[in-house]
């Protein structure tokens, strides 16, 4: 939980099409001098459960606390439901539960009802639970009772008008535990997030509940997959792949907390959860294998960070020996992802339903190492680099803080910004050694915006992202972070995020489109350019394509004048004479997007005339412009 430096500024950008009197600012490209490759891996994305990213998410999953946890607020979104003269009670039953995982349960003891006045319970979901028209919701729960045959009624109901959304009854409960699945499907209801999922009985009895379970239409149809308007909103990021599953969230608060990847994998019912760093319960429904699956529905590959021995309340394991089972742990974790069917762990996986292994070219070993005080990192580091080469040569692996056993392959560095020190670091790369390990920074942001970055922030983001682009022969990947809040109230741990969302929308904040105008036009060389006179605050990158002739030139121009600027193309062919202009602006810096005004800062695109090689646009005050030209 690191907050590197800090910062602020202002934006909002027009693009003005009118080419105003020349100010002396040049900027000189020769589109035949590439002087780096872009790695093809630049862009991509980091993810952890903070603010609600997958509970209450990107996990389509409807139903919070289905897994009866143990200690406080283990009924939190449990609610008795008694209707006329019924009767039930509530409570958290310690001595039943459908595993050896989840060995407690949701006593429901109704004592009185009737078919006209059944009682039960209801969840209230993440905030609500979104109903949509002619739907068809996926639902299960495991349950045991003392009354065999009694039937269980499941709906959604609206709490403001009480409308039932859909409903379906359970036969078959027995008195053993088993699982029982259900389907809702919505006839032509209102689009609404303040509904309840409510399972009653028509006569007494006791039900035993535990898992109980209802999934949305997801995307890719991928059974208990993810939210569809998130992953279309990181679809059009072009991510190159994901780190997961931490951040802090991988270390845990304590050595007992850390992500326990063998604890998050095959059916729920044996995925125990566990307290994240962030204060609230995981589900454990998005494990290693869903992990995995997201970043092949997104076609990225994952960059595995597995847990190193370090905890956040400062806990570390001794290298050597007491950390042989740490180690051993990442070698069964590997083989899960990347085993052949005969395989111990790869067995598991086809087990798990995934036949086919997954790539896998990066694991990083630990998250901020740095902060462990013990001084240990450099030894652990070592110790899992030995194991992990001897068996895996060809996988990069990636240091979290500097070390001298042993060379990483690749060094993560973060950093969190104020707007004032990402400008300041626009320019942290251009100097920075090409003899060490590759750099990749794992986590950055500016912070400015709550819940999520305002176009002051974008604009700083955008300068900040020139640096690493011109520098991208070095920085081989960067991922913003958080990635994910809820902006439900009492929802969020961290501000600000790149994408919000509540129980029915989600939105892009205006650094979310400065990420995806940065991702969707980028070459695959940087070419040589000199930005002469040009005000503070001025920055530049371009990059080319030299299979498809395009050019990217970005401008960010995050002060308060309109920039000219005379840009001079060298070593071109005949030109098109029209080139495509992406430009970001809003009317003040604190201009953002939300829930109830999810486009006010996006990115507008249209066709401008060009002269020729030589020729000037005005760059709007407070603005990001990516221009596409065809060379
Ligand atoms: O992004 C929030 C937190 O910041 C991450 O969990 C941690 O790695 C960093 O300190």
């Known amino acids: 939980m690191r907050n590197r430096f800090l910062l602020s500024v202002c934006l909002v950008f027009f693009a003005f099409p009118i080419a105003l009197a020349a100010q002396g600012t040049s900027l000189t490209i020769h589109v035949d001098q ?31 606390d289905r897994a009866i946890g143990h200690g406080f607020g283990a009924l939190f979104h449990w609610n008795m439901v008694a209707r006329g003269d019924s009767a039930v009670n509530l409570s958290v039953d310690e001595t039943t539960g459908p595993s050896a995982a989840l060995p407690r349960s949701l006593k429901v003891d109704v004592t009185a009802a009737t078919a006209a006045a059944p009682a039960g ?41 009480g409308e039932v959304a859909a409903s379906a009854t359970v036969t078959g409960l027995t008195g053993t535990w088993q699982q029982h699945t259900y389907t809702l499907t919505t006839g032509d209801v209102p689009v609404t997030s303040n509904n309840h999922l409510i399972l009653t009985v028509p006569r007494p009895a006791t039900v035993w509940f535990n898992l109980i379970s209802l999934f949305p239409p997801t995307y890719d149809g991928r059974v208990h997959g993810n939210r569809i308007g998130l992953m279309d909103l990181l679809a059009a990021m072009r991510p190159k792949f994901l780190r997961f599953p931490g951040g802090n969230y991988l270390e845990g608060r304590s050595i007992a907390e850390r992500f326990d990847w063998k604890k998050t994998i095959g059916p729920w019912v044996d995925r125990p959860t566990h307290m994240s760093p962030w204060g609230y319960r995981s589900s454990d429904g998005m494990g290693l294998l869903e992990f995995l699956e997201w970043c092949q529905d997104l076609h990225m590959q994952p960059v595995l960070a597995v847990y190193a021995g370090y905890s956040l309340d400062h806990e570390h394991v001794n290298p050597g020996p007491g950390l042989e089972p740490y180690v051993q742990d990442v070698l069964d974790e590997i083989q899960y992802v990347t085993g052949a ?23 990083e070993i630990g998250n901020e ?15 899992f680099y030995r194991a992990l080469k001897a068996k895996y040569p060809e996988i990069q692996l990636i240091a979290t803080a ?10 993560d560095e973060h950093f969190y910004m104020s707007a004032e020190e990402a400008f300041a670091q626009a320019h942290h790369y251009d100097s920075a050694s090409r003899n060490g390990p590759k750099i990749f920074v794992g986590e950055w942001a500016t912070r400015e915006g709550d819940p999520t970055p305002n176009l002051e922030a974008a604009l700083a983001d955008a300068a900040w992202l020139t640096g690493l682009e011109r520098n991208s022969d070095l920085v081989i990947m960067a991922s913003y972070a958080p990635l994910f809040v809820n902006v439900s109230p009492g929802a969020m741990q961290w501000a600000p995020d790149l994408i919000g969302y509540n129980a029915l929308t989600s939105y892009g904040s205006p650094s979310y489109w400065v990420q995806q105008m940065f991702s969707t036009y980028l070459g695959t060389q940087v070419v040589s350019t000199d930005l002469a006179g040009a005000a503070p605050r001025v920055f530049e990158s371009v990059t080319r394509n030299p299979s498809v002739q395009r050019l990217y030139i970005k401008i960010v121009n995050a002060t308060s004048e309109t920039q000219p600027i005379l840009i001079r193309l060298f070593g071109t062919g005949k030109m098109m004479p029209a080139a495509t202009l992406i430009s970001l602006s809003g009317r003040t810096p604190n201009a953002t997007n939300s829930i109830a005004d999810p486009r006010a800062v996006v990115p507008v695109e249209r066709r401008i005339q060009i002269a020729g090689p030589k020729f000037q646009w005005s760059f709007a005050p407070y603005s990001v412009s990516v221009l596409d030209v065809s060379y």
């Open 341 to 363: 069917a005969e395989t111990k762990w790869g067995a598991e996986r086809v087990k798990d339903g995934h036949p086919e292994p997954f790539p896998l070219h990066y694991v």
């Open 402 to 411: 500097p070390v001298k056993s042993v060379t990483p392959d690749v060094l």
């Open 121 to 161: 319970v209801e969840n209230d979901g993440f905030w609500g639970i979104a109903v949509r028209p002619h739907t068809i919701y996926s639902g299960s729960f495991y349950a045991k009772t003392d009354s065999p045959g009694v039937p269980v009624t499941v709906s959604l109901e609206n709490d403001a008008t």
């Open 34 to 64: 590439p002087v780096a490759t872009v790695s093809p891996t630049l862009y991509g994305l980091m993810t952890e459960a903070i603010n609600h990213s997958y509970d209450g998410g990107l996990y389509a999953e409807l139903v919070s």
């Open 369 to 383: 190492d740095e902060f462990d005080r013990s001084g240990s990192y450099d030894a652990r580091f070592a110790q």
